[in-house]
């Protein structure tokens, strides 16, 4: 079956430009997260969607950062003005659960969006 | 403040040894849950295990076991007769029960040499 994917795969952007990347997570599956992995680090959340809700945005690391989901499905996380520090893999998982509930829950992940800003 | 520490960088293993990657973990909440993740060279992230932090009972799932202690926050991981395929690196996580956010250690690279 489709697992969660992720577009683009890779993206060069140079510093100042703004940059889109979508995520579309398994069908149906109500949690949606956005993580960022700096080379050689574990991922750092960024924020998390619950259906089209953004419950929790306190990961993202400046205004500069902007996620919506606006039907509960696909998410695209906005990245403008991009500096070197913005460099890295995005990562984003779903779950067909609300973690709050405490049921079984697996995050599934894509395979990441690695941005390079020159 | 939560907190995942995974002091062993890299682990280079020959092919059938036991190997163990240790995860120590800080955190102020009563109750929380710790994961473990495997990330290939594919880069995908893939779920190994959950546990509950009122559940301190030791599991084993084929060559994999995790070793729960409360006492010392370690949340410890072992491969049983590694294998080329296991080489990857693996991360511990940790989240409150009542929140969303996962924190991540810094990842051990394991290489597993045939």
């Known amino acids: 079956g489709a697992g969660v994917s992720q577009s683009p795969r890779y993206k060069v952007a140079k510093r100042g430009q703004d940059v889109a990347l979508r995520c579309d997570p398994i069908?149906?599956?109500?949690?949606l997260f956005w993580y960022q992995q700096a080379l050689g680090q574990g991922p750092e959340f960024l924020t998390y969607?619950?259906?089209?809700?953004?419950?929790?945005k306190s990961g993202l690391p400046s205004d500069r950062f902007f996620a919506e989901r606006p039907e509960g499905s696909v998410s695209t996380l906005k990245i403008q003005r991009t500096q070197q520090e913005d460099s890295a893999v995005y990562l984003c998982?779903?779950?067909?659960?609300?973690?709050?509930?405490?049921?079984?829950?697996?995050?599934?992940f894509g395979p990441g969006t690695r941005l390079l800003v020159l | 403040a939560q907190k995942v520490t995974q002091a062993q960088t890299e682990i280079s293993v020959v092919e059938k040894e036991d190997v163990t990657l240790d995860c120590v973990y800080e955190?102020?909440?009563?109750?929380?849950?710790l994961f473990w993740y495997k990330q290939p060279p594919s880069g995908e992230l893939v779920f190994l295990i959950r546990?509950?932090?009122?559940?301190?009972q030791n599991e084993i799932s084929g060559r994999y076991s995790w070793n729960f202690q409360k006492s010392t926050s370690s949340f410890n991981f072992t491969i049983t007769a590694s294998q080329v395929v296991d080489s990857a690196v693996y991360f511990c996580?940790?989240?409150?029960?009542?929140?969303?956010?996962?924190?991540f250690g810094a990842g051990t690279r394991l290489f597993v040499k045939a």
């Open positions: 955190t102020r909440d009563t109750t929380y849950y």
């Open positions: 998982a779903s779950t067909p659960f609300n973690p709050r509930t405490g049921a079984k829950e697996t995050q599934y």
């Open positions: 996580a940790l989240r409150s029960t009542g929140g969303f956010k996962t924190i």
């Open positions: 069908s149906g599956h109500v949690s």
């Open positions: 969607f619950q259906n089209e809700a953004q419950l929790d």
């Open positions: 546990r509950n932090s009122f559940d301190e």
